[in-house]
């Protein structure tokens, strides 16, 4: 096996446990797990929460939440094990940066995000849930998956002759679906953002009805509340401690980005469609149509249904794969060096 495939390999597995991982701590985050162990790396002092639930057996003053604590530490397990296959993939990238086409700052650069995710994870935890530390471990952890995305593709593009060497007929339409593409993933982006400070603030349940909230076109509602982004240490942010006006103007606000990055991502699409350009970026602009579709979908089911716990996970599962489509069409449409 070559070394840009061994490389390709261990950066595919990557990209599938850090998907598990983004869908496994969205999880935790909403089944309100986040201090299942409260304190990091380990729980109660402990490697495994088996061990913190002896120590309960023996001391009346550890309460210990034996599902909430399994679910945290499995988490915790996963992203040990994806910080060494980085640090390998990096280690690889450098060795073989003469004979594979990833640069070796690329590599470093990944390793790079998975610390500043583990020290993000061990501040989400001692300063309990604070919404923009968790905000900013989910903009993370999104940002890794897609550089890790990014790298898959370009791999398979480097040993793509025909790919490679397809010039396009039209530049200009061309660059405009670039453009289209590339605002298409910046608005995405800040919608992420957005879902984020919405679950991080508990402020999903806040619109319960349907295409209005609270039965109003333009709630009440308390924009200037509802973004402070520090409200100090010393403050248990589980459960939320906004009032119900400053939750109805960040759902409302999600509900608003959702409407924009709607229309940011079908020009995008339909922009890519109407170019002459190779198939991949078609496939790439029908896929991220899809991944909207469902997501879209999942969104109008949470509200009708009450917002159950399930239905919450694939919502994160399902912004995920809309990101992994628009990073695709971006890079599809980008010339291969």
Known sequence: MSRILWIRLLASLALGLCFLIVVLGAYVRLSDAGLGCPDWPGCYGHLTPAG????????????????KA?????HRYAVGTFGVLILLIAALGIQWRRSTPMAPAYGIALLALVVVQGLLGMLTVTWQLNPLVVTLHLLLGMTTLAALWWLVLTLARSQNRVWKNVIPLFADVIQQARLMAG???????????????????????ACPDLPTCQNAWWPHADFRDAFVLWR????????GVLDLPARIAIHFTHRLGALVATLALVAAAMTTLRSRVQAAAHTSAVLVLCALGLQLCIGI????????????????AGAALLLLATVALNCTLRPQR
């Open 183 to 205: 605002i298409g993933l910046v608005v995405l982006a800040l919608q992420i953002a957005l879902g984020g400070w919405t679950s991080s603030n508990y402020a999903a349940t």
């Open 301 to 316: 089911g949470m509200v009708a249904r009450g917002f159950p716990l399930w239905l919450a996970t694939a919502h994160n």
């Open 70 to 74: 399994w679910r945290e530490m499995i």
């Open 232 to 239: 100090g240490l010393g403050v248990n942010y589980q459960g």
């Open 52 to 67: 913190a639930e002896h120590d309960q057996a023996l001391s009346a003053t550890t309460v210990v939440e034996a599902g």
